[in-house]
């Protein structure tokens, strides 16, 4: 059943790929499951695997040469997952994935996958809505950094995440948002 969950999530609402076109790729994934703070992948290390969450929700999270760490982003069973860039160029991760609760996900061979989707309109059609999804956010996020005060974003993004309200830590909201701990703290002290 996970795989046709993939499919999908994979062609949204235009079903533009189904199941039997889908066996046809080829594509071999396996199933995985992470544990509560285990890495899917680690920054400065190769990552060549695309994941399909099913289950759970995982944090983009780097570490400067300083020790100290920043929350890039979130993602969401279900959902896609990995690092664009070190799987398209061959390269180490900037950043790494943190399970954030149990995880199960399908784990893709990137080049087996890119392969293959190049070669099928309608899955081709498909990835670009998600990447289309991806940019969007970015955009986003990146316009509430230059535009909008810390308060605004901590609003932003709990209005945009209530499934994380209460499942992280305050830490990990104010380093998504980009202010100190201590500043969320009165933020979160004057809206009260």
């Given at each position: 059943m996970h795989m046709e969950d993939f499919i999908q999530f994979f062609s949204g609402s235009n079903l533009s790929i189904d199941k039997a076109n889908f066996d046809q790729f080829g594509l071999k994934a396996k199933i995985k499951?992470?544990?509560?703070?285990?890495?899917?992948?680690?920054?400065?290390?190769?990552?060549?695997?695309?994941?399909?969450?099913?289950?759970?929700?995982?944090?983009?999270?780097?570490?400067?040469?300083?020790?100290?760490?920043?929350?890039?982003?979130?993602?969401?069973?279900?959902?896609?997952?990995?690092?664009?860039?070190?799987?398209?160029?061959?390269?180490?991760?900037?950043?790494s994935i943190e399970a954030l609760d149990d995880v199960i996900c399908l784990?893709?061979?990137?080049?087996?996958?890119?392969?293959?989707?190049?070669?099928?309109?309608?899955?081709?059609?498909?990835?670009n809505r998600l990447l289309e999804n991806m940019f969007i956010k970015k955009e986003e996020r990146e316009f509430a950094f230059v535009q909008q005060s810390a308060e605004q974003r901590y609003l932003t993004f709990l209005d945009?995440?209530?499934?994380?309200?209460?499942?992280?830590?305050?830490?990990?909201?104010?380093?998504?948002i980009g202010i100190t701990p201590i500043a969320l703290s009165r933020i979160r002290n004057k809206l009260k």
């Open positions: 499951h992470y544990q509560k703070g285990q890495l899917l992948i680690t920054q400065g290390q190769p990552a060549p695997k695309l994941f399909f969450l099913i289950k759970g929700m995982v944090r983009y999270m780097s570490v400067s040469a300083t020790g100290k760490e920043f929350t890039q982003s979130f993602a969401f069973a279900p959902g896609i997952s990995g690092s664009t860039r070190a799987m398209t160029r061959n390269a180490n991760a900037l950043f784990e893709f061979e990137w080049h087996v996958f890119f392969d293959q989707m190049q070669s099928q309109p309608g899955f081709l059609a498909a990835y945009m995440n209530p499934q994380l309200r209460d499942k992280i830590s305050l830490k990990m909201i104010a380093s998504h």
